[in-house]
């Protein structure tokens, strides 16, 4: 297995312009999440979902979206980025059975610079 | 809700003492609480956690942690640092083992020769 893999690991972006994060994993899991980690302030999640079709917000949804087509797919959005959102960003799947979840899993994150 | 708070944003112990990094809880349910370790231009691995079994939990690379619902406490101890052992360690807590995590702003250990 891949586990959970992002792509890409580096991206710079202007101010204004669009872009997406690619979040896959390759074991089934029901539960992803999307987390950016900035210095002195941990990780803070952003969005999340429990299954293809179902998202939610996190702590920190504004200036992102997302969607869950697949099981294996999570991809997040930036519509308009603005440097606020320069981060490292990181994904994270979980197995879930019969209300019974798994330790997170997380990609190897994706560094985003907003100029 | 849910929420940790890592008590050090800076740690630096000498190679072979002892490493004790804190970490005090605040939740409103029964906690699974979990501490992860980050490398340098890395992702998070998990090094332990609690889901309500044993309050002493062992963890990877000789790491523990004693849950103690007294004190609110889940610290993170190694009882001999290792040069490999510097990198940020972050505390989290959820209401439940796989649910959205709530991370403390972690700790950045230094361990020197």
């Known amino acids: 297995n891949a586990g959970v893999t992002q792509t890409p690991k580096f991206q710079v972006l202007k101010t204004g312009q669009s872009m997406t994060l690619q979040c896959a994993q390759d074991?089934?899991?029901?539960?992803m999440s999307w987390y950016r980690q900035d210095p002195g302030m941990g990780l803070r999640l952003i969005h999340y979902?429990?299954?293809?079709?179902?998202?939610d917000q996190g702590e920190v949804p504004n200036g992102y979206n997302v969607s869950r087509s697949t099981t294996e797919d999570f991809p997040l959005r930036l519509l308009s980025a603005a440097p606020s959102q320069t981060s490292v960003y990181f994904c994270?799947?979980?197995?879930?059975?019969?209300?019974?979840?798994?330790?997170?899993?997380f990609g190897p994150g994706t560094r985003l610079t907003v100029l | 809700a849910q929420s940790v708070t890592q008590l050090g944003s800076h740690v630096s112990v000498s190679e072979g003492a002892l490493v004790l990094l804190r970490c005090n809880y605040s939740?409103?349910?029964?906690?699974?609480l979990f501490w992860y370790v980050q490398y340098p231009n890395q992702g998070l691995q998990l090094l332990l956690k609690?889901?309500?079994?044993?309050?002493l939990v062992k963890g990877i690379n000789g790491f523990e942690a004693e849950f103690k619902k007294s004190e609110t406490s889940f610290h993170l101890t190694k009882p001999s640092a290792h040069m490999s052992d510097a990198a940020e360690y972050f505390c989290?807590?959820?209401?439940?083992?796989?649910?959205?995590?709530?991370f403390g702003k972690g700790t950045s250990l230094l361990v020197t020769p």
């Open positions: 994270a799947s979980t197995w879930t059975s019969g209300g019974k979840r798994d330790e997170q899993f």
């Open positions: 074991m089934n899991h029901e539960y």
């Open positions: 979902s429990v299954g293809a079709g179902i998202t």
């Open positions: 939740s409103s349910v029964p906690p699974y």
């Open positions: 609690y889901t309500s079994a044993a309050t």
């Open positions: 989290a807590v959820s209401r439940g083992s796989g649910y959205a995590l709530n």
